[in-house]
C-alpha cells in the first residue's frame, strides 16, 4: 500500500523546487521528458518514497496545455509524493520551503 501527498506552489519552476528539494532531502533528482507530462523531475528516497515535480500545465492532444491537477488551476507546479504506508511523512522537511503548500493528503 502506498500514501500519495500532493504539494503545489506558484514560487518556483519544477527546475527549482527540484534543486531545493533535493538539498532538503538529500537526493538526486533525474530531468525526464514524456509526451504526457512534459519536462518533470523524479527521484526515489531509500525508503522507496517516490518524489515527482512537475509543472501543473501539460502538453494536451490539441496543441494546448491541459491542468494534471484541475482541482488547483491556480497552481504552477506540483510535487506528488507516493509513499510507502509505513513511511515517515515529509512534513517537517517541506515545511520550510517557502511557497509550498499541501494540497492533498491521505494521512492527517
Known sequence: MTAPDTYGTNSHTAKELASLLADRLDVTFT?????????YFRATLADTTRVQVQ???????????????????????????????AAEPLNDELSSVGGLTRLRSTRS
Open 55 to 85: 509543472p501543473n500545465a501539460i502538453p494536451g492532444d490539441d496543441g494546448e496545455n491541459d491542468l494534471y491537477d484541475d482541482e488547483h488551476p491556480d497552481v504552477s507546479v506540483l510535487l506528488l509524493i507516493t509513499l510507502p504506508t
Open 31 to 39: 530531468g525526464r521528458e514524456s509526451d504526457y507530462l512534459g519536462v
